[in-house]
């Protein structure tokens, strides 16, 4: 049977994983170390690789199914690179689904058509044979794109051949998610206060130096890095917000770690920067890319999701005007960042048009009390309107 694909363990408190997708199909030949198949947990998604170069020659696990550490999924066979075949480690790419057609989603006759599974959707609501459409992808893999194109060409298959639904199951992370906003709303007394800020003089501090900072750093000055930084001196100043309730006791830290909220390939995941209080504005963007680079590619350790003192979320990047975000538990607060929109405000007796962003902390009122969490928000306010509050500590 080959070498056994086993389900490695990947944490203390991680006991089950859900299959996410083959990467390779069985009978294919892969170098040593490429990735095999993604797996998932309720925290983060890592990939198994290939013990040497071979074929995977059995699966017994699919996408979907979930299984527990120690489990074998698979079988491997080492084995000597075919003809041409470069033995080096090639990049990912999710197994091909079976080809949908008009038969119900079955392979076409030829059986040799490789359908990428957002195609074969498409190909199924489509009711369109594989056969109709050429495939762009790598090894002539049918994509999504493909069957648009075909589609926008031919107004005859642009329809859809019937109304239909998918039932897709729930993520590990996704399930996770759902667990812990629930479990906030029902164990935490939640409130929310908001607040406006004009960013006309965050905005020309970061065009004024975005150059050289770039130049140096090789990584673009964004606006979450004053963020962070106005965070860090409100904490300062009212430490409650970063205190948790254990039972009847509250704990301070003299510590900052700071979760900053970032969409991942898999749901939105919230990596912490440890130690705020110690980190530059540089180190504060380049953690802040490599987290935004790794969340994509689902690379993010369990390690660096646990834990943290306070969160910082922007809907903005999405379009948000306005909401108010949920707290992780077991932390008692969470700052809502949201789009920066021109609007006339009244200063200093004039009508004037500024690019101002509405923020929201949501806050646990167990542990805060609504004078902090207002005299908390005024300070995140006060500091981005006027940086150099953070310098001069006044």
Not at 285 to 295: D, G, N, S, V
């Amino acid at each position: 049977m080959g070498m056994e694909i086993k389900v490695p363990a990947v944490g203390e408190s991680i006991t089950e994983v859900q299959i996410g997708e083959w990467y390779i199909p069985e009978g294919e030949w892969v170098a040593a170390d490429t990735e095999i198949v993604g797996l998932e947990t309720d925290k983060a998604t890592f990939d198994v690789p290939a013990p040497a170069g071979g074929k995977v020659t059995r699966i017994l696990k699919k996408a979907g199914e979930t299984a527990v550490i120690g489990d074998v999924i698979g079988y491997f066979e080492e084995a000597e690179a075919p003809a041409g075949q470069p033995a080096e480690s090639k990049p990912k790419s999710p197994a091909p689904a079976p080809a949908a057609s008009e038969n119900g989603g079955r392979p076409s006759s030829s059986g040799e058509t490789k359908v990428m599974p957002s195609a074969a959707r498409e190909l199924s609501q489509r009711g369109l044979d594989p056969a109709q459409v050429p495939g762009s992808g790598p090894g002539g893999r049918i994509l999504k794109e493909d069957v648009m194109a075909i589609s926008a060409k031919d107004p005859t298959v642009s329809g859809y051949a019937q109304r239909s639904e998918e039932v897709v199951p729930l993520s590990p992370i996704r399930r996770r998610i759902a667990e812990r906003l629930v479990s906030a709303q029902h164990q935490a007394a939640l409130l929310t206060t908001f607040n406006e800020i004009d960013m006309s003089y965050v905005m020309a501090l970061r065009n004024q130096y975005k150059d050289s900072f770039l130049k140096k750093y090789n990584c673009k000055l964004g606006f979450m890095s004053f963020f962070v930084k106005a965070v860090l001196d409100g904490l300062n100043q009212v430490p409650q917000i970063s205190a948790i309730m254990r039972g009847n006791e509250l704990v301070y830290r003299n510590y900052y770690d700071i979760g900053v909220a970032i969409g991942g390939g898999k749901g939105l995941v919230v990596p912490v920067l440890r130690n705020v209080e110690r980190m530059s504005f540089a180190e504060i963007e380049l953690k802040i890319a490599e987290f935004a680079k790794r969340a994509g590619e689902n690379k993010i350790g369990l390690e660096e999701l646990e834990g943290g003192c306070f969160t910082i979320t922007n809907g903005g990047v999405y379009g948000s005007l306005l909401s108010t975000p949920i707290v992780n538990p077991p932390q008692s607060g969470v700052l809502g960042m949201h789009g920066i929109v021109e609007r006339p405000i009244a200063l200093n007796g004039q009508v004037v048009i500024r690019p101002m962003m509405y923020v929201a902390l949501t806050y646990d009122h167990r542990v805060v009390d609504g004078r902090e969490a207002v005299t908390f928000l005024r300070r995140i306010k006060e500091v981005i309107e006027d940086p150099a509050r953070m310098l001069m500590e006044i």
